[in-house]
């Protein structure tokens, strides 16, 4: 069974840092491309970051790039995302995904992050 779980999320000022965590079980986490997506309340989904199977390669949402790092742990099978110079913007439930086959994607249960002085 694919279980993917966030954790880290939590409320921060404007200017600091989180580091979110998403740990894999189920499938063999190191062979796949795995994506960080976030949510705004009232809005749809929006695509933030991704990072190739080894590592290697990575890429950005506009809006995050310099401030958002995605990362992966093969061996502990968890994928992190470290955001720093966060702003109140950046307020949303972020969700990692994995596309174990074309058209079929799952999901965690999501982390909150919240942006607020």
């Known amino acids: 069974q694919v279980q993917l779980v966030e954790s880290g999320g939590d409320l921060v000022q404007p200017g600091g840092s989180l580091r979110l965590s998403c740990t894999a079980s189920g499938f063999t986490f190191s062979r796949y491309c795995m994506s960080w997506v976030r949510q705004v309340p009232g809005k749809g989904f929006e695509w933030v970051s991704d990072?190739?199977?080894?590592?290697?390669?990575?890429h950005y949402a506009d809006s995050m790039k310099g401030r958002f790092t995605i990362s992966r742990d093969n061996a502990k099978n968890t994928l992190y995302l470290q955001m720093n110079s966060l702003k109140p913007e950046d307020t949303a439930v972020y969700y990692c995904?994995?596309?174990?086959?074309?058209?079929?994607?799952?999901w965690g249960q999501g982390t909150q992050v919240t942006v607020s002085s």
């Open positions: 995904s994995v596309d174990l086959l074309p058209g079929i994607r799952y």
């Open positions: 990072i190739n199977a080894g590592g290697g390669s990575t």
